[in-house]
């Protein structure tokens, strides 16, 4: 018996819907395209003309399409509330792209609306689906490595890597940050998705080459609540695409990469153990090609190339396995909460020169740091 389609409306038509969102629900079986909404009907209609669906430039009026049972969102961080709420007066479930929110408050009214409504909101953190992070995972709370004390995660892509239309994302009053709410927060939700919940931060954010006065040069020090300490570094200046993030245990070490970077991080997951060839999980094991067949395994890297497939695919396939199902979303809104919260409380250490404790108060105050 086939899976019932999910049938999906799109709350934006700009450049991550066309280039991301839109192709892969086309491709997706039990996934069906029926409506976009976007306040420039010409791009909504655009879009429908290569993938489908009805366009319209009402958002109320496309949350009424028949049928529909969940939205996507993506537009400028500044208006994800305004989708998010809406979809859940509606009764839709809801994907919205990473950040959530621009602030901390933002993301818990968001939560707390979708919690009320009882529909789903899952966060588009999608470097959680690559494959070698799901490996990575299962290895750390498996406790191969050990006990986790250490982390750093490096990530660096110049500010010209996407069209001209998403240079929205350097007026600070629409998206909240540029840097570190774009590419470091990605590494904010990895660093907690592998190590653990935080509990404190301190920030450096500074503005170092581009022509917009932003943060385009980000370095974080964090504390998590079980002794862990992590560093997180991003930049927009830099003309390369560059990545890395290492995890340090008692027992062992993983180094997880992206397959788009330099040559000296070319493999996607490598991991470090001095466990024999016996003690080595299948995923491990099965990636371990020795030189001649009578070679033993006596420890050292391990170079793992697991299958390579769409993260965004991946994404929607368990955004719509949560709606079919009515399970919890594998990234949560409050998943989507304490990454914003790490956010603003860098912008908070920022201020002060101080660490700043996580999670934050309700009533933290949100201000974004002049870089002029």
């Not at 929110?101 to 959680?128: H, P, T, W, Y």
């Not at 609540?225 to 003309?239: C, I, T, V």
């Not at 390369?240 to 993030?245: E, L, S, V």
């Not at 990636?287 to 067949?293: E, G, N, T």
Request: one cysteine or more; a negative charge.
């Amino acid at each position: 018996m086939s899976s019932p389609t999910i049938k999906i409306g799109l709350v934006g038509a700009g450049a991550i819907m066309r280039l991301s969102h839109a192709p892969t629900i086309a491709a997706t079986d039990g996934a069906e395209l029926v409506a976009v909404f976007d306040t420039d009907l010409t791009r909504a209609e655009a879009l429908v003309a290569d993938f489908g669906g009805a366009a319209h430039d009402n958002l109320d009026r496309m949350l009424e399409t028949p049928g529909l049972d969940a939205v996507v969102v993506a537009t400028p961080n500044c208006f994800h509330e305004d989708g998010v709420l809406a979809a859940a007066r509606h009764g839709k479930h809801v994907l919205c792209e990473k950040p959530l929110a621009i602030d901390a408050a933002s993301a818990r009214r968001m939560v707390e609306a979708c919690d009320a409504a009882k529909v789903i909101l899952q966060v588009g953190f999608n470097q959680r689906f690559w494959a070698q992070v799901e490996i990575a995972k299962q290895l750390i709370d498996a406790g191969f490595i050990g006990k986790v004390h250490q982390m750093r995660s490096i990530y660096s892509e110049k500010s010209t890597a996407y069209p001209a239309s998403t240079r929205y994302r350097y007026d600070l009053a629409q998206s909240g940050g540029a840097t570190i709410i774009d590419l470091t927060i990605h590494r904010i939700d990895l660093a907690r998705h592998l190590v653990g919940d935080f509990s404190g931060v301190f920030g450096e954010l500074v503005h170092s080459e581009l022509p917009e006065q932003v943060d385009d040069n980000v370095f974080l020090l964090t504390r998590f609540e079980n002794g862990a300490r992590g560093s997180l570094a991003s930049n927009r200046y830099s003309p390369n695409i560059g990545d890395g993030t290492d995890i340090y245990g008692s027992e062992g070490t993983i180094h997880i990469a992206s397959e788009t970077i330099s040559p000296f991080a070319s493999a996607p997951l490598a991991v470090y153990t001095e466990r024999s060839a016996a003690d080595l999980p299948d995923v491990l094991r099965e990636a371990h090609y020795p030189d001649a067949w009578w070679e033993t395994f006596k420890g050292g890297w391990i170079t793992v190339k697991p299958p390579r497939r769409s993260p965004y695919r991946a994404q929607l396939d368990a955004f719509c396995e949560s709606v079919r199902e009515g399970k919890p979303a594998r990234i949560t809104g409050v998943d989507g909460l304490r990454a914003q919260e790490f956010v603003q409380g860098a912008y908070l250490s920022m201020r002060s020169g101080t660490w700043v404790d996580l999670p934050l108060a309700d009533d933290a105050p949100f201000v974004i740091p002049d870089y002029a």
